[in-house]
């Protein structure tokens, strides 16, 4: 029962993150007398991850990103054999909030759904600002590296909970904030997917043609901040202990040696 709750919890962390952000970016940042723009979508992004990890955090972790699955796993977070259930998951939800936005956006006169993109990400002739294929991938990874690796970082210890999803959000903002105009920032493969399944079912056939680099990208990314995080904070190379003075009065330099590595309170 736990498990499905994490799930659950993954679809619904999942639909937000993609309703809030690329809604905002749909509905919001095009319009004539008061759009919100790049700066306002980034935020929105940022404030939905901020608002999930408070929300979710302590049931599923509130991955909403199967690049952040990935990289959970490699750290040893979370089991494998969970992983692709988490990722499931956040497509049901990206996929889910994606067909209401789609549905939102035809309500008014002279809708052009499809004209309006839903968000979706791509490079070339469709990247915002004509960036090329190859600048496009190494944006995303090394985008998508930073963002799980600050992600799995400010989450290793309980407490860090209080504070960690301000990072977490603050984190993505600043992502966005560099690549909407490169890639229109995907970073997570499940909010890429969902505006490219919408668009094919819409005859427009371009994003799922090019969503295989925003799954390459940011799954390469994570795997790397997965390896990389557990790596950096790994403590097997603390000073060697000293002989405890007799009798041994805590805190003496082995026992200070000790809690810092995290092995002794």
């Not at 969902?194 to 668009?199: E, S, T, W, Y």
């Not at 403590?235 to 000293?242: E, V, Y």
């Amino acid at each position: 029962m736990f498990a499905t709750k994490k799930f659950l919890a993954e679809v619904f962390g999942t639909f937000w993150l993609t309703f809030g952000g690329c809604g905002a970016a749909v509905l919001s940042a095009a319009q004539p007398d008061g759009g919100i723009g790049m700066l306002g979508v980034s935020l929105s992004f940022g404030l939905t991850a901020l608002t999930m990890a408070y929300a979710l955090g302590p049931l599923s972790g509130a991955h909403l990103n199967p690049a952040v699955t990935l990289g959970a796993a490699v750290a040893g977070r979370i089991a494998w054999p969970e992983a692709i259930p988490y990722m499931v998951a956040q497509l049901a939800g990206s996929v889910g909030a994606t067909c209401l936005l789609a549905f939102i956006v035809s309500g008014t006169a002279g809708a052009d759904i499809a004209g309006s993109t839903l968000a979706a990400n791509g490079y070339g002739a469709h990247s915002p600002a004509g960036y090329s294929a190859a600048t496009c991938f190494v944006a995303e990874l090394v985008l998508s590296f930073f963002l799980v690796a600050i992600m799995l970082s400010v989450t290793r210890e309980r407490r860090q909970a209080g504070t960690a999803p301000v990072a977490i959000g603050l984190a993505l903002t600043l992502a966005h904030l560099i690549s909407m105009p490169i890639t229109n920032t995907s970073l997570n493969p499940a909010r890429s997917t969902g505006p490219a399944v919408v668009l094919y079912a819409l005859q427009q056939e371009w994003a799922l043609h090019q969503l295989w680099m925003f799954w390459l990208a940011p799954m390469t990314g994570g795997l790397l901040a997965g390896w990389l995080v557990p790596w950096l904070f790994r403590t097997g190379d603390a000073p060697a202990a000293r002989p405890c003075p007799s009798p041994c009065t805590r805190p003496c330099h082995n026992h200070a040696v000790a809690s810092s590595n995290g092995s002794l309170s």
